[in-house]
T-cell receptor
Framework: AQTVTQSQPEMSVQEAETVTLSCTYD???????LFWYKQPPSRQMILVIR??????QNATENRFSVNFQKAAKSFSLKISDSQLGDTAMYFC????????????FGKGTRLHILP | GEEVAQTPKHLVRGEGQKAKLYCAPI?????VFWYQQVLKNEFKFLIS????????ETGMPKERFSAKCLPNSPCSLEIQATKLEDSAVYFC????????????FGSGTRLTVV
């Protein structure tokens, strides 16, 4: 069975700083997808970034980038120039490369951006 | 529309009462997923559909939970005889391909059982 582990329950950084959120996962699959979702206080789940395991290149979306280390089964999220609006829960998630398969979520990291 | 519409936003039920939650997926999305987010923020998968067919129901407490996705109707999740531990936010998500494009989530229904 697949598992996703986020070892940082809570983090705080100053506005404009860079912050990295950690995520490791366990799977025997070779092809899969990884995601980071943001859940602000409004509780809406927002897809931040996705990575396909068979792609070597790390995904980036504006200020958000990932460090995907397939051999180490690590998928960290880097937020550059953090903004107050980045304050949220962040969930790392895994999905097998199979039709209809469910997404498995980590327990989340609560990120506070301080003014 | 381009959003997953969940209704109601909030629902309060007395223990033992029935609760019914609704989800309208994005038009053109064939895959629907239900998740339960409990107070510790953990997500628990409940059930998935491809159109009106159940694909995976391994997360459903079958004795009290049921779900449907019928043509031309919102999908529904029903809890018979609610218990205190059913208090949670229930999220519906839809996907066009079901193959890693990521889900689009609704804003959730907060169920409080008192």
């Amino acid at each position: 069975a697949q598992t996703v582990t986020q070892s940082q329950p809570e983090m705080s950084v100053q506005e404009a700083e860079t912050v990295t959120l950690s995520c490791t996962y366990d799977t025997s699959e070779n092809n899969y997808y990884l995601f980071w979702y943001k859940q602000p206080p409004s509780r809406q789940m927002i897809l931040v970034i996705r990575q396909e395991a068979y792609k070597q290149q790390n995904a980036t979306e504006n200020r958000f980038s990932v460090n995907f280390q397939k051999a180490a089964k690590s998928f960290s999220l880097k937020i550059s120039d953090s903004q107050l609006g980045d304050t949220a829960m962040y969930f790392c998630a895994f999905m097998k490369h199979a039709r209809d398969d469910k997404i498995i979520f980590g327990k989340g990291t609560r990120l506070h951006i301080l003014p | 529309g381009e959003e997953v519409a969940q209704t109601p936003k909030h629902l309060v039920r007395g223990e033992g009462q029935k609760a019914k939650l609704y989800c309208a997926p994005i038009k053109g999305h064939s895959y629907v997923f239900w998740y339960q987010q409990v107070l510790k923020n953990e997500f628990k998968f409940l059930i998935s559909f491809q159109n009106e067919n159940v694909f995976d129901e391994t997360g459903m407490p079958k004795e009290r939970f049921s779900a449907k996705c019928l043509p031309n109707s919102p999908c529904s999740l029903e809890i018979q005889a609610t218990k205190l531990e059913d208090s949670a936010v229930y999220f519906c998500a839809s996907s066009r391909t079901g193959q890693g494009d990521g889900y689009t989530f609704g804003s959730g229904t907060r169920l409080t059982v008192v």
